[in-house]
């Protein structure tokens, strides 16, 4: 369940129908997110902490307050808000009948995590990215390394099965894609993708889940090994390309 928080964030509820129990993912703004659980009619057991900041973290004390014997979990190192467990690589948690597995992603942030839920049901799983993967962009490397967000990005979460959903931290679609489209001018995936999200902004919808397929298709910093972006970027290796990519985008005023 999508969850609109603050001005442009995502918090998400995790539900596994048979138990009701659920997990929410970075509860920033705690009323209204109390309120989608109440909505829902589910059990919170579990809070979710892609990552420390505060538009993410910064609801865990008043939601661990209204919700006596939740979990707060969040990433190793990331000294994240009420934390009560730190996970890392392959760690999981149960949620009813949901795995939800743990992909270590530091960069945006030194313990940023991303979750990814499996509901054992023959449906698509569900990558809860945080700020590491936005639909069509990435995090600010911050105190990170390109190298990092590389094996963040490209070699984690771009490795999941090609039907795995997206659930990002930002509706930073539109304004990514337009980014995008300078990177690669002649990509149609990225022209429809930017017109179906201007399209949707515009009804007033979210543009997310996106998928691992529309993200390898459309997302510059996931291409950083195909030709186009390479030659957009001047440099011969992946890990440079992204890191001029990044850096053009954090120039980026279009």
Not at 74 to 81: P, T
Request: charged share 20%; with cysteine.
């Amino acid at each position: 369940v999508i969850v609109p928080i603050l001005s442009d964030n995502f918090a998400y509820l995790i539900i596994d129908d048979a138990s009701k129990h659920a997990a929410v993912v970075d509860p920033a703004e705690p009323a209204t997110v109390l309120e989608a659980i109440k909505r829902e009619g589910v059990a919170c057991t579990h809070i979710l902490t892609t990552h420390s900041h505060y538009d993410h973290a910064g609801g865990n004390s008043t939601m661990a307050r209204s919700l006596p014997g939740v979990e707060v979990i969040g990433g190793k190192g990331d000294n994240a808000q009420a934390v009560t467990k730190e996970v890392g690589e392959g760690d999981m948690i149960k949620v009813g009948a949901v795995d939800v597995h743990v992909l270590y992603t530091p960069c945006h942030t030194p313990g940023h995590v991303t979750f990814i839920a499996d509901a054992k049901d023959g449906s698509p799983k569900c990558a809860f990215t945080g700020d590491t993967m936005f639909v069509a962009g990435c995090g600010r490397l911050n105190s990170g390394s390109a190298a990092q967000m590389y094996t963040a990005l490209v070699e984690k979460i771009g490795a999941l099965p090609p039907e795995t959903l997206v659930y990002v931290g930002h509706e930073y679609t539109v304004k990514n894609l337009v980014f995008a489209l300078t990177v690669e001018p002649e990509n149609a995936a990225i022209k429809d993708k930017l017109e179906w999200a201007r399209k949707q902004v515009a009804e007033g919808k979210h543009t997310v889940p996106s998928t691992i397929a529309a993200e390898r298709a459309t997302n510059p910093f996931l291409r950083c090994r195909e030709p186009s972006v390479l030659s957009f970027s001047g440099k011969a290796d992946a890990v440079e390309c992204l890191a001029e990519v990044r850096a053009r985008k954090d120039a980026f005023r279009g």
